[in-house]
């Protein structure tokens, strides 16, 4: 089962460093991640989503792939190409992956302009190691379908600066300079 968090970064460069900080912590297969997209309040009230994925593109893509093969077998392969490409292109746009991007559109429209929401579909995670690395980072949590404890646990994380700042502390010599350790009898 899936869980969809969605916090809100004061610009959108903001939101995307959260992004290429949970896609490095994917490579790491502590998270596994659906989808993540950006949506950007811009002035005007217009909202702008940034994909993860671009269906269309990988559908014009893909169809010019087959639209060429077939092309050829036809001895038109321009034609066969050209057709693929604009075939696939609004078979990827009509393709709607991961979060509905009428609902993205919606939740963001309660944006300040300016303010970009990161809307993260999460499949699996190791929740005390990415909850470390995020630890923060900021942001404000506008909606998530966690339950009570674990989005409190999310949203401390969030906020904490101590811990991303805190400078990692060495153990305590176990002898003051200059004492000396006992010898080992042996």
Known sequence: MSD?????????????????????????????????????MHEGGKVKLNQLLNTTALGAVSGSFWGLLIGAIFLMPIFGAALGAASGALGGALTDYGVDDTFMKDLSGSLQPGNAALFVLV???????????????????????????????LRDALADAHGATAPATEPPEPYPQGTGAPTPVG
Request: glycine share 8%; net charge neutral; no cysteine.
């Open 123 to 153: 499949t699996k995670v190791t929740g005390d190691k990415v909850l470390e690395a995020i630890r923060g980072t900021g942001g404000t949590v506008l909606k998530t379908s966690l339950d009570r404890s674990q989005e409190q646990k």
């Open 4 to 40: 969809l968090v969605v916090i809100v970064y004061p610009t959108e460069a903001r939101a995307e460093e959260m992004r290429q900080k949970l896609i490095g912590l994917q490579k790491e297969y502590l998270i596994e991640i659906g989808d993540a997209a950006i949506a950007v």
